[in-house]
């Protein structure tokens, strides 16, 4: 009898919070400390952007309600260039208050693999990255929003990549990057390097930190720092970024993304594959920083 009390203050709590979110669409709102959120998984019913809406036939949300099928508010504006009813979506359901929206969505057109127009849609210059959040090698957690302020390059690896023209390039260009930045002490004052593995139950803060001293020969991690996280998380950052990816056996097979990204927080630039050179990279970030101070 509890359990369904619970369950139907909890379903009451959300109704009221999205009818009120449906008049509310000017942006997300900023959580309070006691905002619960839960893990969501469903179907896409329909889709209403004028709304900020999206209707989700979902599963049982563990601890909190039963499946069935509910509208929820969405602000990633991203997210509605590419919903379609039938589709699968992944997201983290916030309940703070009276108010309730979805954060951090995945979509996946088919059982196990992620949705390729989302990550073009991300992908254009000009569009801010979303808050994620991530490991560092030290256990750290990281927020993409406390990065603001720095221009921030990264890519995407996985510490037992046998190809020498793809993780170990990445990070030995990272390297060359990190080098060029030492260098020039101002340059790297507003400079951060991320490298962020796609094999999270695999590396580890541990192992990524031990990847980062004996392959990349980090000393001093103020400047370039290893991520993980779950795969949850580690997989929602790697589609916004367009990065395709799963396991075979040991390995994993995916292509290779790395993004420049402004001290606002927006994606300058994306270079795909592995024919880019860090001297490039490095006069990219000089333009954007160059252009932002001329503008400031």
């Not at 983290?92 to 849609?121: C, I, Y």
């Not at 260098?183 to 999270?200: C, N």
């Not at 580890?204 to 000393?219: N, S």
Request: glycine share 6%; net charge negative.
């Amino acid at each position: 009898m509890l359990k369904r009390s619970f369950s139907f203050v909890a379903i009451t709590l959300l109704l009221s919070a999205l009818m009120l979110s449906c008049r509310q669409t000017s942006g997300p709102p900023q959580s309070s400390a006691n905002a619960r959120r839960y893990d969501l998984t469903g179907t896409v019913v329909s889709v209403d952007r004028a709304h900020k809406q999206v209707v989700v036939s979902h599963d049982p949300i563990p601890g909190f309600m039963d499946a069935m099928i509910m509208p929820f508010t969405l602000y990633a504006d991203w997210a509605f260039d590419v919903l379609s009813p039938g589709d699968r979506i992944h997201a983290t359901l916030v309940v703070d208050g009276d108010r309730s929206w979805l954060e951090n969505p995945l979509v996946v057109r088919q059982e196990g693999a992620p949705a390729q127009t989302p990550s073009r849609a991300s992908l254009q210059p000009g569009v801010e990255v979303p808050p994620f959040m991530l490991t560092n090698q030290d256990g750290k957690r990281i927020n993409f929003a406390d990065l603001r302020g720095r221009a921030v390059v990264l890519t995407f690896i996985y510490t037992r990549c046998p190809l020498p023209d793809y993780c170990p390039l990445m990070t030995s260009n990272f390297a060359a990057i990190n080098q060029r930045l030492q260098a020039d002490a101002e340059l790297a004052r507003r400079v951060k390097l991320l490298s962020i593995t796609v094999d999270p139950e695999h590396d580890t803060p541990p192992v990524m930190r031990a990847y980062a001293m004996e392959r990349a020969g980090v000393k001093d991690f103020r400047q370039w720092e290893f991520l993980t996280g779950s795969p949850d998380e580690v997989h929602r950052v790697a589609t916004f970024f367009g990065l395709d990816y799963f396991a075979e056996g040991n390995q994993i097979i995916h292509n290779l993304c790395t993004a420049l990204i402004s001290p606002e927080g927006k994606i300058v630039k994306i270079y795909h594959g592995n024919e880019w050179k860090p001297e490039d990279v490095v006069d990219d970030l000089r333009a954007t920083l160059g252009e932002k101070q001329a503008k400031s």
